[in-house]
Nanobody
Framework: QVQLVESGGGLVQAGGSLRLSCAGS????????MGWFRRTPGKEREFVAA????????DYADSVKGRFTIYRDDGMNMVYLQMNSLKPEDTAVYYC?????????????????WGQGTQVTVSS
């Protein structure tokens, strides 16, 4: 099975940038749809971005479109989330997730495997 570990979170001022990394171990996730979600206290996981298997298409939440970019490097078993123009509302724990069979990439239920999360805090 695939295991996922996120990294790259931290504290950044509004307007700054961070790049989150999701490292896969175990079996390659070439055939998985990959997504990023985030969660703030008291809220459900919120869809952020997804890239389908083979990197053929991407999807973004309206709140991050134009600011965030998801991309994958299947050869290195890595998925990234480049976050630019960060806003305080982006503050959350960010989770990487992999979906082997789920097709609705904006829905958390589609994902089978989740990382432990990495904290992103945007100050204002």
């Amino acid at each position: 099975q695939v295991q996922l570990v996120e990294s790259g979170g931290g504290l950044v001022q509004a307007g700054g940038s961070l790049r989150l990394s999701c490292a896969g171990s175990g079996r390659t996730f070439t055939m998985y749809n990959m997504g990023w979600f985030r969660r703030t206290p008291g809220k459900e996981r919120e869809f952020v971005a997804a890239v389908r298997r083979n990197g053929e298409s991407t999807d973004y939440a309206d709140s991050v479109k134009g600011r965030f970019t998801i991309y994958r490097d299947d050869g290195m078993n890595m998925v990234y989330l480049q976050m630019n123009s960060l806003k305080p509302e982006d503050t959350a724990v960010y989770y990487c997730a992999a979906a082997r069979f789920g097709q609705v990439v904006s829905t958390a239920r589609s994902y089978d495997i989740w990382g432990q999360g990495t904290q992103v805090t945007v100050s204002s």
